[in-house]
């Protein structure tokens, strides 16, 4: 009589820490799945906050290279000249040295500004023969497709056209591998 | 009688062993709770350096307002956006005329240059009024504010770019 008490007491307090043990493991994979969930949220603001400090910095640096940069008797202005923009793009398209040069320096696949306003219909390539009515200067790109392969990065900037005293306003797209 | 006396202290063992048990339960879930808010309060503090980084794509955009050339309605006149603002702001304070061209230009351009999931807020102030007298774009209370374009004669253009 007292083994069949003992017994069913054994087999209660078996049947008592499997089901605490359920009710641990359970607690646990939840607890682990929010963690993991506010890990990998957290690491994926991580990398989209050194994304955007990296191509922060890449524009910033850009967009204030002497060789864009609009500048009147040696005094810059915050804006991007076209023909500057122009010319930088021919350089880099006929000098292989220079272009690997500054993709060591830079590390982007493409560098492309496209004038947004005033609109301009379709996708019209500015060179230095035509920089009114044209909306793309194609400055870099790693390929010589100027495609949009790899991390995008836009910002607005001001472009100034010689040609006819305007100032418009453009996008610098920059893309590049993270 | 031994038996039954057995079999009650065997089930007041269990009761107490069981609430021990809940109790022991109860702990560990408000420990999960607790971690749970710990980890919600130091995710929502951390966002500063964000802020601080992306202020350069709306100055740059500011910047690149306040220089674009462009026309009066008949399109005889060309100048830059920030002597058409600064007109308009003039003629609205002394209620001669109203910004309607300078606004629709302006939201043209921020149609143009703006991405899908980004709002503005655009404010145009004259020294001494305290209320904006241009007022463009709506539901963009918190966001990154671009530094005040300022301009002599009191005038001053603030952009303000929201995500949602």
């Known amino acids: 009589m007292r083994t069949d008490i003992l017994n069913k007491k054994g087999q209660l307090e078996i049947g008592i820490k499997i089901m605490v043990l359920i009710v641990f493991l359970v607690l646990l994979i939840i607890s682990l799945i929010v963690y993991f969930r506010f890990s990998y949220s957290s690491l994926r603001e991580t990398k989209e906050e050194i994304l955007e400090e990296k191509f922060s910095s890449l524009v910033n640096v850009i967009a204030n290279l002497p060789e864009l940069k609009c500048s009147i008797t040696n005094i810059e202005s915050e804006c991007l000249d076209a023909r500057k923009l122009v010319a930088f793009g021919q350089v880099l398209y006929e000098d292989t040295d220079v272009k690997n040069n500054y993709y060591e320096e830079l590390e982007i696949n493409s560098l492309v500004v496209k004038i947004v306003y005033p609109e301009v219909a379709g996708s019209i390539e500015c060179d230095e023969s035509k920089l009114i009515n044209c909306n793309v200067f194609n400055l870099f790109s790693l390929k010589g497709d100027y495609s949009d392969e790899g991390l995008k990065y836009t910002t607005p900037v001001s472009v100034y056209i010689p040609d006819n005293g305007k100032y418009v306003i453009g996008k610098l797209v920059v893309t590049s591998n993270a | ?164």
Do not use: W
């Not at chain 2, 058409?84 to 230009?105: A, I, K, P, Q």
């Not at chain 2, 004259?126 to 004669?153: H, K, M, N, Q, W």
């Open chain 2, 1 to 164: 009688m031994h038996n039954k006396t057995f079999k009650k202290n065997f089930y007041k063992k269990m009761k107490r062993k069981g609430q021990a048990e809940i109790f022991g339960l109860i702990i560990i879930v408000l420990l999960l709770l607790f971690s749970l808010l710990f980890f919600i309060k130091i995710k929502q503090e951390d966002t500063s350096s964000v802020t601080l980084r992306s202020n350069f794509r709306v100055n740059n955009l500011l910047n690149a307002v306040m220089k674009v050339t462009v026309s009066n309605v008949d399109g005889s006149i060309e100048a830059p956006m920030r002597d058409f603002l600064r007109r308009c702001l003039d003629n609205v304070n002394s209620n001669t005329d109203s910004c309607g061209h300078e606004e629709e230009l302006l939201q043209n351009i921020f149609g143009k240059t703006l991405r899908e999931n980004e709002k503005y807020k655009f404010e145009g102030f004259v020294s001494g009024e305290p209320t904006p007298l241009i007022d463009l774009g709506e539901g963009c209370e918190e966001g990154i504010s671009a530094s005040p374009a300022r301009f002599p004669g009191g005038y001053e253009f603030r952009l303000k770019i929201c995500y949602s």
